[in-house]
């Protein structure tokens, strides 16, 4: 029978997808015309997108080739926040790195566990007609390790990883935290992004 968590897991990985889209075309006679423009436009791409092209290496061993990320343990009252986590940092490895994400801990190299301690609002900016908030920010604090699965060898760990960003809503307080508001789904991707982030360049 499976275990909570690994159903937990199941869904987050399922929420993810593994069917990589192609991301451009181009023509022969396009390929062939101004290489250094063409150099320069990808470097700036990569640079905006937060890739990181200059100056970094990867903090981790360097025969890993898998990954398995563990769901992450919910530990404040938004319902299900841990598993968009979840599913955002897989999906930021994917996309970020050449790990292979594996389901099954046994068959990765290292394994990622994550638990959302706390999220805190606070009101930052307000209509002036109704009062109402506009904005807010958003502190999200966190606890982060990775382990090697042969060793338990710890690789990375912070047990107070802090995520703060200021978000603009249109009702209350609460409704941010609703399943379907794409701003949730915009903090889930960034916080992935600071985590994998902090992960891989060892911060």
Request: hydrophobic content about 45%; charged content about 20%; aromatic content about 8%.
């Amino acid at each position: 029978m499976s275990s909570p968590r690994s159903k937990a897991f199941g869904s987050a990985f399922v929420a993810v997808g593994f069917s990589p889209a192609a991301l451009a075309r181009k023509s022969s006679h396009q390929s062939q015309s101004l290489p250094g423009i063409a150099l320069v436009l990808a470097a700036m791409l990569l640079t905006s997108c937060g890739y990181h092209v200059v100056g970094r290496t990867s903090a981790l061993p360097s025969g890993w080739k898998t990954i398995a990320v563990a769901a992450f343990t919910n530990r404040t009252t938004h319902y299900r926040i841990e598993q968009r986590f979840t599913a955002a940092v897989i999906r930021e490895f994917l996309a970020r790195t050449s790990y292979k994400i594996v389901q099954n801990e046994e068959a990765a190299d290292g394994i990622l566990h994550g638990e959302v301690l706390t999220i805190e609002t606070s009101p930052i900016l307000f209509d002036a007609t109704t009062g109402q908030v506009t904005t807010m920010l958003v502190t999200v604090h966190a606890k982060v390790s990775l382990v090697s699965r042969s060793d338990e060898k710890v690789i990375f760990k912070n047990d107070d990883l802090v995520f703060r960003e200021e978000y603009q809503i249109s009702g209350d307080v609460t409704s941010f935290f609703e399943e379907q508001n794409p701003a949730l789904d915009r903090m889930s991707r960034e916080f992935a992004a600071r985590v994998v982030g902090d992960v891989v360049e060892g911060f």
